[in-house]
Every structure is written in C-alpha cells, then in structure tokens.
C-alpha cells in the first residue's frame, strides 16, 4: 500500500545487482564504441588531410587558403618545409629513373653588409625583392623557395646540364643590373649560387642539400657573383666523352 516499502530478499538484491551491471556494461561498451569511432574519425580526417595537403608542382589546384599556408609570410616565397617536401618529391622521382632535375641555392654577397644598409627590419622585403628576380629567370614549373634567411632555393625540372648553366647566368645577370627594394631602402647587390644536379646518384635529400650547400661555399671563395655547380655523374661523363673521343679518332684514321 502508498507509504509502505517493500522488503528486499537476497535474491531480488542479486538479481538487481546483475541487472545493474549489465546496464553498467552496455553503458560502458556504448561509451567505449563511441570513444573507438571518434579515434578513427579523428585518424580520417589525418589521413584526408595529409592527402589533400600532398605536395603538387607549381601551378597545381590548391586553393588560396592552401597556397597561403604554403608561403613565408614575411617574403611569400614558398616556406621551408613546403620546400623540402618538394625536395623529397624530386628525390623520389630521381631514384625512379627521372633525370634533369637541379637544386641551386641562391644567397646574396657580403650579408653583413647588406644588413647594415637596409636593417633588420627590411630582411623579409629585400628577400622578396631578391625572389621576385629570380622567379622572372625561370619557368613556371619550377619552385623558388626561401630555404633560410637569406637563402633562396630554386628547384629546377626538365632541365638538362645546358639548361641548368642557363639559368645561373640569366640569374646572374639579373641580379647584377637590378636594384632591389627594401622598405624604404634601395640597393644593388651580387649574389653567389651553388647547386648540385640531381639524378638516381644522389638521390637523397638531405646529400643533395649538402652537395649544394658545399658548391656555395666553394662559389663564396672565389669571390663575389661566383657559381659552382656539382655534377655526381661527372667521372661518368668524362669517361664517356673520352671513349668518344677515341672512337672520333679511331674512325679518322680509317
């Protein structure tokens, strides 16, 4: 009757315990389901992500948004590490087989001199200026990068030794007859470049920096506006024109 409670039995106090756990471990499965679906989801969107951030060459179909994350904002040259991962694009497709590719690297002479007439503050501007140059002495398919402070990177494809000497001298010229803007500075300036050829030989990323990075040193010594370019299939070449040369002989004497 209303105002009465019943009694519990030891039965009904077990049979209640069990009906509760069981409510308790669907409870706990239901959130344990839930918690497995959210954690794959969260990997999708990763995975989405990565895909759609994958590398394409320049003039692919990344929308504005994209394209922005993609650039240094002080000069709007494409950022390190969008660079490098182009880098590892090129590698990849050297060890492939893929030829006539080259990495230079592109940095201004006397750097402290420089910093002294437009200042620290005009560091992001002049290397805009000094990228923009260089973007002018190349194709559309290849990838002008600020690699450092004051490094430009320039990866080139589809371009055989030739083309490659080609560029370094457009390059140099231009950046000799020009002057840059800084802010409210102006200078004129020399630039010195490195760079190595890229084929199945050295294709890694990190020996591919190095070999260019040692070319720019080796260019800096020699003075300003120098350029060296590394070949790692040079001995191979040689050797190749040497048993033409012989052939060429050969056939002259017959």
Same mark, same amino acid.
């Given at each position: ?15 209640? +315990? ?47 948004? +994209?394209?922005?994350?993609? +650039? ?10 969008? @660079? ?9 497709? &050297? &060890? ?54 004051? @490094? ?17 001298? +457009? ?84």
């Amino acid at each position: 009757t209303a105002g009465h409670r019943h009694a519990s039995t030891p039965q009904g106090d077990v049979a209640g +315990r069990h009906e509760g756990a069981r409510a308790l471990g669907v409870e706990v499965d239901g959130r344990r389901r839930r918690l497995v679906a959210l954690v794959e989801l969260h990997l999708a969107d990763q995975v989405a992500d990565a895909v759609v951030g994958a590398v394409e060459p320049v003039g692919g179909g990344h929308d504005q948004a +994209r394209g922005e994350q993609q +650039r240094d904002p002080g000069s709007g040259l494409y950022h390190r590490a969008h @660079t490098l991962a182009c880098i590892d694009q090129a590698v990849s497709a &050297a &060890a492939n087989g893929s030829n006539d590719q080259a990495l230079l690297l592109i940095e201004p002479d006397n750097w402290k001199s420089v910093i002294e007439v437009v200042g620290l503050s005009n560091i992001d501007k002049l290397m805009a200026s000094l990228g923009h140059a260089v973007i002018e002495c190349v194709e559309p398919g290849d990838l002008v990068g600020r690699l450092n402070e004051h @490094t430009i990177s320039l990866l080139l494809r589809k371009h055989n030794d030739a083309a490659v000497q080609g560029v370094v001298t +457009r390059i140099m010229q231009a950046t000799k007859a020009a002057i840059f803007e800084a802010g409210s500075h102006s200078i004129s300036l020399t630039v010195s470049i490195g760079g190595s050829l890229l084929g199945e030989k050295n294709a890694s990323t990190q020996h591919l920096l190095n070999q260019a990075d040692h070319a720019l040193n080796s260019a800096r010594t020699r003075g300003n506006g120098q350029f060296e370019i590394h070949d790692p299939a040079a001995q191979e070449k040689a050797q190749a024109e040497k048993e033409q040369h012989w052939l060429r002989l050969l056939k002259h004497a017959i």
